[in-house]
């Protein structure tokens, strides 16, 4: 093993309950590890689509509205 898998090495508890849910929903197993390579690989590249896209939705609504959303009204004052 390498450093940084043990780093990230889930508790006894949660490796317990990821055998029993393998064993009896295998599909739910393989869903979310197909989740988390989705995760990885995104941000392996440094790609965050849905987070770019938010983000960018915010500025084009505060630049055309004018109107400063009550989250930021904290950081204007």
């Known amino acids: 093993l390498l450093y940084h898998d043990q780093c990230f090495e889930p508790a006894p508890e949660v490796k317990e309950a990821l055998r ?19 995760a990885h690989t995104l941000k392996s590249h440094g790609d965050l689509p849905y987070l770019d896209e938010i983000e960018e939705e915010k ?18 004052h």
């Open 20 to 38: 029993r849910l393998n064993l009896k929903e295998p599909w739910l197993f393989d869903e979310r590890k197909i989740r988390l390579y989705h």
């Open 59 to 76: 500025k084009t609504r505060a630049d055309t509205s004018g109107l400063i959303p009550g989250y930021q009204l904290k950081q204007h």
